[in-house]
Nanobody
Framework: VQLVESGGGLVQPGGSLRLSCAAS????????MSWYRQAPGKERDVVAS????????YYADSVKGRFAISRDNNKSTVYLQMNSLKSEDTAAYYC??????????????WGQGTQVTVSS
Protein backbone atom coordinates (compact mmCIF):
# COMPACT_ATOMS: atom_id res chain seq x y z
CA VAL A 1 0.00 0.00 0.00
CA GLN A 2 1.29 3.44 -0.93
CA LEU A 3 -0.04 6.97 -0.80
CA VAL A 4 2.35 9.45 -2.39
CA GLU A 5 1.64 13.17 -2.06
CA SER A 6 3.11 15.77 -4.38
CA GLY A 7 2.62 19.38 -5.37
CA GLY A 8 3.68 21.14 -2.20
CA GLY A 9 6.08 24.05 -2.18
CA LEU A 10 6.58 27.71 -1.41
CA VAL A 11 3.89 30.12 -2.56
CA GLN A 12 3.10 33.76 -1.87
CA PRO A 13 -0.02 34.79 0.03
CA GLY A 14 -2.98 34.83 -2.34
CA GLY A 15 -1.41 32.22 -4.56
CA SER A 16 -2.56 28.72 -5.49
CA LEU A 17 -1.26 25.17 -5.32
CA ARG A 18 -2.69 21.81 -6.30
CA LEU A 19 -1.73 18.80 -4.22
CA SER A 20 -1.99 15.28 -5.58
CA CYS A 21 -2.04 11.97 -3.76
CA ALA A 22 -1.44 8.89 -5.88
CA ALA A 23 -2.61 5.61 -4.37
CA SER A 24 -1.59 2.05 -5.07
CA UNK A 25 -1.89 -1.36 -3.48
CA UNK A 26 -5.56 -1.20 -2.52
CA UNK A 27 -8.97 -0.70 -4.13
CA UNK A 28 -8.94 3.09 -4.28
CA UNK A 29 -12.57 3.42 -5.36
CA UNK A 30 -13.73 1.74 -2.15
CA UNK A 31 -12.06 4.26 0.14
CA UNK A 32 -13.04 7.64 1.48
CA MET A 33 -10.14 10.03 1.03
CA SER A 34 -9.13 12.96 3.18
CA TRP A 35 -6.51 15.66 3.33
CA TYR A 36 -5.11 16.57 6.75
CA ARG A 37 -2.55 19.16 7.72
CA GLN A 38 -0.23 19.63 10.64
CA ALA A 39 1.60 22.82 11.52
CA PRO A 40 4.62 22.76 13.88
CA GLY A 41 3.48 22.32 17.48
CA LYS A 42 -0.12 21.69 16.49
CA GLU A 43 -2.33 18.65 16.08
CA ARG A 44 -3.03 17.06 12.74
CA ASP A 45 -6.47 18.23 11.60
CA VAL A 46 -8.72 17.29 8.73
CA VAL A 47 -8.91 19.84 5.94
CA ALA A 48 -11.23 18.15 3.44
CA SER A 49 -12.75 14.75 2.73
CA UNK A 50 -14.45 13.10 -0.22
CA UNK A 51 -16.59 9.99 -0.45
CA UNK A 52 -15.51 6.99 -2.48
CA UNK A 53 -17.67 8.01 -5.45
CA UNK A 54 -16.86 11.71 -5.14
CA UNK A 55 -20.50 12.54 -4.56
CA UNK A 56 -20.02 13.97 -1.08
CA UNK A 57 -17.41 16.32 0.26
CA TYR A 58 -16.56 17.97 3.56
CA TYR A 59 -14.44 21.04 4.29
CA ALA A 60 -13.11 22.52 7.48
CA ASP A 61 -14.51 25.99 8.08
CA SER A 62 -11.06 27.51 7.73
CA VAL A 63 -10.78 26.45 4.07
CA LYS A 64 -14.36 26.61 2.82
CA GLY A 65 -14.61 28.57 -0.39
CA ARG A 66 -10.84 28.44 -0.95
CA PHE A 67 -9.97 24.73 -1.21
CA ALA A 68 -11.55 22.05 -3.38
CA ILE A 69 -11.09 18.30 -3.04
CA SER A 70 -11.63 15.98 -5.99
CA ARG A 71 -10.70 12.48 -7.06
CA ASP A 72 -10.14 10.45 -10.19
CA ASN A 73 -10.87 6.81 -9.48
CA ASN A 74 -9.49 5.82 -12.89
CA LYS A 75 -6.12 7.26 -11.88
CA SER A 76 -6.38 6.30 -8.18
CA THR A 77 -5.57 9.88 -7.29
CA VAL A 78 -7.09 12.49 -5.00
CA TYR A 79 -6.43 16.20 -5.40
CA LEU A 80 -6.60 19.30 -3.26
CA GLN A 81 -6.85 22.58 -5.14
CA MET A 82 -5.83 25.39 -2.80
CA ASN A 83 -6.60 28.97 -3.76
CA SER A 84 -6.25 32.30 -1.97
CA LEU A 85 -3.60 30.80 0.26
CA LYS A 86 -2.84 32.44 3.59
CA SER A 87 0.17 32.23 5.88
CA GLU A 88 -1.91 30.18 8.31
CA ASP A 89 -2.25 27.47 5.65
CA THR A 90 1.44 26.71 6.10
CA ALA A 91 1.72 23.09 7.22
CA ALA A 92 2.64 19.59 6.20
CA TYR A 93 -0.29 18.15 4.22
CA TYR A 94 -1.13 14.45 4.38
CA CYS A 95 -3.63 12.31 2.52
CA UNK A 96 -5.48 9.53 4.25
CA UNK A 97 -7.51 6.63 2.91
CA UNK A 98 -10.22 5.06 5.05
CA UNK A 99 -12.56 2.15 4.50
CA UNK A 100 -15.04 0.62 6.93
CA UNK A 101 -16.87 -2.60 6.17
CA UNK A 102 -18.70 -5.17 8.25
CA UNK A 103 -16.47 -7.96 7.00
CA UNK A 104 -13.07 -6.27 7.17
CA UNK A 105 -13.52 -3.64 9.85
CA UNK A 106 -11.69 -0.34 9.49
CA UNK A 107 -8.67 0.10 7.22
CA UNK A 108 -6.70 3.34 7.17
CA UNK A 109 -3.56 4.40 5.34
CA TRP A 110 -1.51 7.60 5.46
CA GLY A 111 0.82 9.24 3.01
CA GLN A 112 4.21 10.63 3.96
CA GLY A 113 3.18 14.27 3.61
CA THR A 114 4.12 17.24 1.49
CA GLN A 115 5.12 20.65 2.83
CA VAL A 116 3.18 23.77 1.92
CA THR A 117 4.71 27.09 2.91
CA VAL A 118 2.85 30.34 2.32
CA SER A 119 5.17 33.31 2.68
CA SER A 120 6.18 36.48 0.92
Amino acid sequence: VQLVESGGGLVQPGGSLRLSCAASGFTFSSYFMSWYRQAPGKERDVVASISNTGGSTYYADSVKGRFAISRDNNKSTVYLQMNSLKSEDTAAYYCKAVSATITKGVSAYWGQGTQVTVSS
